[in-house]
């Protein structure tokens, strides 16, 4: 294993996972951190941790398992994946973490770059946008878990660690890989430590990559982990054959826990064409919404493509944790999702497609899945991914990721059509 890497979240961790596999890395994504050495030929391990929403400690021990692990595997290089939108809170856990790393990496220059063209996410001047809008104007200020109320990356970053913040501006990224280098070297000196770089191209992200060569510590939504390959294959390291990947028949089943924007178009447009059950943050609440029930409706609609959401619009989750507490309605509803995948598959069902980072971990974790192979490119962000030895499609969707008709086309690729 030449890279290894820590994600934040399981549809994080499968973002990054397709943006190596498209560069031609062999990747394997492991759900927790394995029990055993990873199989060999495996040049890039994407290691998924539930870990961005948790105590601040808990990250950090969870981040440092997973390193010691990625290390025995004789990885030359880490990289810690967090949201393209830079989810976290004041007290972390993008600081915490990446403190922890630093700390036990030894690294003394560590990009922070959550941009990620493909998908309308740009760092100009440190400030994120989300298409043509600062990050804090983009829908995120209202995410139920992780409210992003402040565009500027290096403030938002500045309570959350130890370390100060520095930053390479675009002017230098567009000079490419040596002003890159020779400006993190600059950083170095002043005492910076994690330092935000610009990127608004993948052409930048590409430079920024061959920049980060030698660093033994890169952070970043998966569009800074674009040019990482590019290193390996120059070094002759990467053997760069893509692994064949044959889709999954049989019945499909979608959850969708996601309340972000492009996650409620596509329920909604979804929910006009095939049969839908709408799961009310209330009624799980009180215990009158249960797994049972909810597998039972997706498990009667065998031949279509059957949605069940609790996907809402912020005043909706904002009255539901005014009622019941934004943690334990989160908890619920993870709750939920996990139990009903879990029945799902136990009912037959072999293609699973879920919307949501957190609700995507509870779903991995309610089937008991340890790894998964990557395929095909659903759209930017998402792949395919299969279990290993098991006749089991998914496709774990970010929330504001994909195409207005992501469930359809999701279905069908995962079919291998
Ligand atoms: N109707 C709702 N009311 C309150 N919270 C909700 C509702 N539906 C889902 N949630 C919670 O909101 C969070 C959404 O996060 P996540 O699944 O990561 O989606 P995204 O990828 O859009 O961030 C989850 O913890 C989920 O359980
Ligand atoms: O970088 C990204 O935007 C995604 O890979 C990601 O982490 C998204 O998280 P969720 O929106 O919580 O699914």
Redesign the pocket.
């Known amino acids: 294993m030449l890279l290894g890497c820590i994600g934040d979240?399981f549809?994080g961790s499968s973002d990054l996972a397709n943006t190596l596999a498209k560069g031609g890395m062999r990747v394997t994504q492991y759900c927790g951190v394995p029990g055993a050495p990873a199989e060999p030929g495996v040049e890039a391990g994407v290691v998924a941790l539930k870990s961005?929403?948790i105590a601040p400690g808990d990250a950090v021990a969870q981040s440092l398992s997973t390193l010691e692990w990625l290390r025995k595997q004789g990885c030359q290089q880490y990289f810690f994946k967090y949201?393209s939108t830079f989810?976290s809170r004041p007290e972390g856990n993008i600081g915490p973490v990446a403190d922890a790393l630093i700390a036990a990496l030894g690294a003394d220059r560590v990009i922070v770059c959550p941009a990620f063209p493909a998908t309308g996410r740009y760092v100009y001047q440190g400030h994120l946008f989300v298409g043509d809008r600062l990050l804090s104007e983009s829908g995120m200020q209202n995410?139920?878990?992780?409210p992003m109320t402040d565009p500027d990356i290096r403030r938002w970053l500045a309570p959350q660690t130890a370390h100060p913040v520095g930053h390479v501006g675009a002017p230098t990224v567009l000079m490419g890989p040596d002003a890159i280098r020779t400006a993190l070297a600059a950083e170095h000196a002043a005492g910076h430590v994690l330092v935000v770089v610009d990127a608004i191209r993948d052409a930048d992200l590409m430079a920024i990559g061959e920049a980060a060569r030698d660093l033994a510590l890169v952070t970043g939504g998966s569009g800074v982990a674009l040019g990482l390959p590019e290193n390996f294959r120059r070094a002759g390291l990467i053997a760069g054959e893509a692994t064949a990947w044959d889709g999954v028949g049989g019945p499909c089943a979608i959850l969708s826990?996601?309340?972000?924007r492009?996650?409620n178009a596509q329920v909604a447009r979804h929910a006009a064409s095939y049969p839908a059950m709408e799961?009310?943050?209330d009624a799980?609440m009180r215990g009158e919404t249960t797994a049972e029930a909810v597998a039972e409706f997706l498990l009667g609609h065998p031949e279509t493509l059957p949605l069940a959401?609790?996907?809402?619009d912020p005043e909706?989750?904002?009255?539901?944790?005014a009622r019941f507490g934004?943690e334990a309605?989160?908890?619920?509803?993870?709750g939920l999702?996990a139990e009903t995948a879990r029945r799902l598959v136990a009912g037959g069902i072999t293609r699973l497609i879920s919307?949501?980072?957190?609700?995507?971990?509870?779903v991995v974790e309610g089937v008991g899945i340890d790894a998964l192979e990557i395929g095909p490119e659903i759209d930017p962000g998402v792949p395919a991914l299969k279990v290993p030895g098991r006749n089991l499609a998914l496709a774990l969707?970010?929330?504001?990721f994909g195409s207005p008709d992501f469930f359809e086309k999701a279905s069908r690729i995962l079919e291998g059509a």
């Open positions: 979240d549809t961005r929403t949201c989810d995410h139920p878990l992780t826990g996601s309340c972000s492009a996650t799961i009310r943050a799980v959401y609790s996907s809402a909706a989750v904002q009255g539901a944790q934004r309605v989160a908890a619920a509803i993870e999702f919307a949501g980072g957190e609700t995507s971990g509870a969707k970010s929330g504001n």
